[in-house]
């Protein structure tokens, strides 16, 4: 007898309806969550609200156009042509108002990253005048979480699944009925991908939320990215040898396009974490820390 768990749940919230939807409130839900964490933070630190409604500005958008602009130009396709399945798919470069459809899903956290990076970057420099290092310490948690919730919707979308297994927790995902997800027509027990990284995700949140209140991380710049980004994109790597390729190229090369990402990212964070931080960059970011933030 074949050991797998059934996985029915459906997004759908309202018969006939595509929105609202369980992975739109995980989405949000996760958002909200990550709000209240670096809330609590600014708060400890004597920071107005008025910066964190300014980094919510930034940091929302960026989320939703980097991780949609992600998907489009890393796992496309750019153009209309027929897969290797025999499959016609219809390119975002030929059909640009393609990409607006975000509801129709396609989210890659590595254009998120970047974006929200680049954001970050304008948000220290025009907004609290600190170094970039310093937001990035505080927003990593908040992130880890809000990852954790958006796995979840991935979860409950039937979407980014595993590759087949016999492991007693597979799971069979009985509305991914399309062809590359079937074995024989047949639907099949795969790897919980979403909630693995779910669960790591939450992981990576329990270790930086420890580490920002009960360790002195906090007042070494970059520290607490680094170990963000070690935790994250690790996990990542790892977890995409079980998680069926989302493009073409996943399924020629050795290593699949959201591993490739991932290295860079990896490499940032054991340079951060390991590093030696020289003396005039912590004085520099001990006055900008120590210099309060005006009310405005």
């Given at each position: 007898?074949?050991?797998?768990?059934?996985?029915?749940?459906?997004?759908?919230?309202?018969?006939?309806?595509?929105?609202?939807?369980?992975?739109?409130?995980?989405?949000?839900?996760?958002?909200?969550?990550?709000?209240?964490?670096?809330?609590?933070?600014?708060?400890?630190?004597?920071?107005s609200?008025?910066?964190?409604?300014?980094?919510?500005?930034?940091?929302?958008?960026?989320?939703?156009?980097?991780?949609?602009?992600?998907?489009?130009?890393?796992?496309?396709?750019?153009?209309?042509?027929?897969?290797?399945k025999?499959?016609?798919?219809?390119?975002?470069?030929?059909?640009?108002?393609?990409?607006?459809?975000?509801?129709?899903?396609?989210?890659?956290?590595h254009?998120a990253?970047i974006?929200i990076?680049?954001?970050?970057?304008?948000y220290?420099?025009?907004?609290?005048?600190?170094?970039?290092?310093?937001?990035?310490?505080?927003?990593v948690?908040?992130?880890?979480?809000?990852g954790?919730?958006?796995?979840?919707g991935?979860?409950?979308?039937h979407?980014i699944?595993?590759?087949?297994?016999?492991?007693?927790?597979?799971?069979?995902?009985n509305h991914?009925?399309e062809?590359e997800y079937?074995?024989?027509?047949?639907?099949?027990?795969?790897?919980p991908?979403?909630?693995?990284?779910a669960?790591?995700?939450?992981?990576?949140?329990?270790?930086?939320?420890?580490?920002?209140?009960?360790?002195?991380a906090?007042?070494?710049?970059?520290?607490?990215?680094?170990?963000f980004?070690?935790?994250?994109?690790?996990?990542?790597?790892?977890?995409?040898?079980?998680?069926?390729?989302?493009?073409?190229n996943?399924?020629i090369w050795?290593?699949?396009?959201?591993?490739?990402?991932?290295?860079?990212?990896?490499?940032i964070?054991?340079?951060?974490?390991?590093?030696?931080?020289?003396?005039?960059?912590?004085?520099?970011?001990?006055?900008?820390?120590?210099?309060?933030?005006?009310?405005k």
């Amino acid at each position: 007898m074949e050991l797998a768990i059934d996985w029915n749940v459906e997004s759908q919230l309202i018969d006939g309806w595509s929105t609202p939807n369980l992975y739109g409130l995980l989405f949000v839900g996760g958002m909200i969550f990550g709000y209240y964490i670096i809330k609590r933070m600014f708060k400890s630190e004597g920071i107005s609200e008025k910066y964190l409604d300014k980094l919510l500005l930034y940091v929302v958008p960026a989320t939703i156009i980097g991780a949609r602009l992600g998907h489009v130009f890393f796992y496309g396709p750019w153009h209309d042509g027929f897969n290797s399945k025999g499959h016609f798919e219809k390119g975002y470069l030929d059909h640009p108002m393609e990409i607006l459809k975000v509801w129709e899903g396609g989210l890659a956290s590595h254009g998120a990253a970047i974006i929200i990076l680049i954001m970050l970057y304008i948000y220290s420099k025009k907004v609290v005048d600190r170094p970039m290092l310093w937001i990035l310490d505080r927003i990593v948690a908040p992130i880890a979480i809000a990852g954790c919730f958006i796995r979840l919707g991935n979860l409950v979308n039937h979407e980014i699944i595993g590759t087949p297994t016999d492991l007693p927790w597979g799971f069979n995902f009985n509305h991914a009925l399309e062809e590359e997800y079937l074995v024989d027509g047949k639907v099949v027990p795969r790897h919980p991908s979403q909630l693995y990284e779910a669960i790591c995700y939450l992981i990576s949140f329990i270790v930086l939320y420890r580490m920002y209140w009960k360790t002195k991380a906090k007042l070494s710049p970059g520290k607490l990215f680094g170990v963000f980004m070690i935790l994250i994109w690790t996990a990542r790597f790892f977890i995409e040898f079980i998680k069926v390729g989302q493009n073409e190229n996943d399924n020629i090369w050795f290593l699949k396009t959201g591993q490739w990402l991932s290295i860079p990212f990896i490499l940032i964070g054991l340079y951060l974490t390991f590093r030696k931080v020289p003396e005039k960059e912590q004085a520099k970011f001990d006055e900008a820390v120590a210099t309060p933030l005006p009310l405005k």
